[in-house]
Structures are given as structure tokens and as C-alpha cells.
């Protein structure tokens, strides 16, 4: 079971990080991915990791704002977000699925089958 956590309001310009957690499962062997869905919109994929090797992927509208992080002994995969802008806001969602799944669909996300519950990022003016 994933839970992702650390959404609120901010202001254009701040910063926040989101958490991944997994319980009952540890994240090895997995890639770890970050998604969001703005009102009335798909769901877009943000930003992954690969827990293995640590390898990195980003949505172009993210590079240089956000990064993914993960932490070995808590089990845990981080997105911290710099820079938000109004258009940032959305349900952020983090989603696993075992590396050999996930090898080079990262960015799909029907690729995942294990998905947290969202947490709300709503970014002001």
C-alpha cells in the first residue's frame, strides 16, 4: 500500500515537498513514480526514479523545478517542488511497479498497479 502525503496551498514561487511511503512492501526492485491530474484533465506523468540504480526521469515542464529523491531506510520516495507555478496545481500521485515492468514506460502511467491515494497541491497567484 502506497501513501502519498505532504500536499497543501502555496504561493507562486514557494516550495513543498511531497512523501511516497510503502507499507507492507519495501521499494526494492521497483520504480517509483510521481503523477498528477489537474481538474478536468488526464493524468500526467511528473517525475520517476528507479530504486535500484536511482535513475531519474522528468517531465519537461518539471526539469530544473522539481526532483525526485529516495530515502533506502525509510522506504520512502521524495518530490520536492521549487519554483510552483499556478499550472502546478493538481492531485499529485506517486505509483510503483516492479522495475522489470516499468523498463523504459516510466512515463505511462497504465504501466503502474500500484497507486497511492493523492494528495491535493494547490499553487496561488
Known amino acids: 500500500q502506497l501513501q502519498a502525503f505532504g500536499g497543501g496551498l502555496v504561493q507562486a514561487g514557494d516550495s513543498l515537498r511531497l512523501s511516497c511511503a510503502a507499507s507492507?512492501?519495501?521499494?526494492?526492485?521497483?520504480?517509483v513514480g510521481w503523477f498528477r491530474q489537474a481538474p478536468g484533465k488526464e493524468r500526467d506523468f511528473v517525475a520517476a526514479i528507479y530504486w535500484g540504480g536511482g535513475s531519474t526521469s522528468y517531465a519537461d515542464s518539471v526539469k530544473g523545478r522539481f526532483t525526485i529523491s529516495k530515502d533506502n531506510a525509510q522506504n520512502a520516495v521524495y518530490l520536492q517542488m521549487n519554483s510552483l507555478a499556478p499550472e502546478d496545481t493538481a492531485v499529485y500521485y506517486c505509483a510503483a511497479d516492479t522495475t522489470a515492468r516499468l523498463w523504459a514506460t516510466l512515463k505511462r502511467s497504465y504501466e503502474y498497479r500500484y497507486w497511492g491515494q493523492g494528495t491535493l497541491v494547490t499553487v496561488s497567484s
Open positions: 507492507g512492501r519495501t521499494f526494492s526492485n521497483y520504480a
